[in-house]
């Protein structure tokens, strides 16, 4: 879910909303990471123009958000959603090439490029895995472990019933269980890491 802001965000909030730049890209700092994973999953290569998208509609709407750290999260997620179905009904209409899936993650260097390369390699497999899921379950499932939304707020970016969500992900969960399972019987060294 990445960090989080706690008694810094309503500062940062008030401060963006008065055009701080800094504190706009701290906000951003904050949700970009996991808002271009679940992008990723549920749009493969076009998760950097959607979430792009996506930062230029809170830019824009800012002053009408009202709420709390948790609330702005989800807030951000549900333009995400929207973006993501606008582009998904103009690639219906238009002739589309399966993208894989790309790692996305923005941070800088870390003190120990072998963890963070096999961190990398781990957060590809799991990218992979969960773009195996139907998307309904791999959205469900991307934005409860990755935005870290909670199931009412999960209910409201997706327009579902709090109860639906509970069984997507738990579907989901399943899913990626038995995909991990079949994986590990084919490969027995899918998914150790050894240091």
């Known amino acids: 879910m990445g960090r989080v802001l706690g008694e810094d965000f309503a500062p940062l909030l008030v401060a963006a909303r008065d ?7 701290a906000l951003w700092r904050e ?6 994973r679940y992008l990723t999953v549920a749009a493969g290569g076009a998760a950097e123009d959607l979430a792009s998208e996506t930062w230029l509609r809170v830019a824009r709407s800012l002053g009408s958000f009202d709420g709390d750290e948790h609330g702005f999260r989800g807030w951000v997620f549900t333009i995400a959603r929207h973006r993501l179905l606008d582009w998904r009904r103009r690639e219906g209409r238009a002739r589309t090439v399966p993208r894989p899936v790309e790692a996305l993650d ?3 260097g870390a003190d120990d490029p072998a963890a963070e390369a096999m961190n990398r390699l781990s957060t590809d497999a799991a990218l992979r895995l969960l773009a195996r899921l139907p998307a309904d379950q791999a959205e ?3 934005l409860r ?3 870290g939304l909670d199931v ?7 327009g579902k019933r709090p109860g639906t969500v509970r069984v997507l992900a738990h579907r989901g969960l399943r899913r990626l269980a038995e995909l991990l399972a079949v994986d590990a019987s084919e490969d027995p060294s899918a998914g150790v890491v050894t240091p």
């Open 31 to 36: 949700l970009q990471p996991s808002l271009l």
């Open 19 to 25: 055009g701080d730049e800094v504190s706009f890209a």
């Open 140 to 142: 469900v499932v991307m």
């Open 145 to 147: 472990a990755v935005a």
């Open 152 to 158: 009412p707020h999960v209910a409201r970016v997706l």
């Open 106 to 108: 923005g941070r800088g």
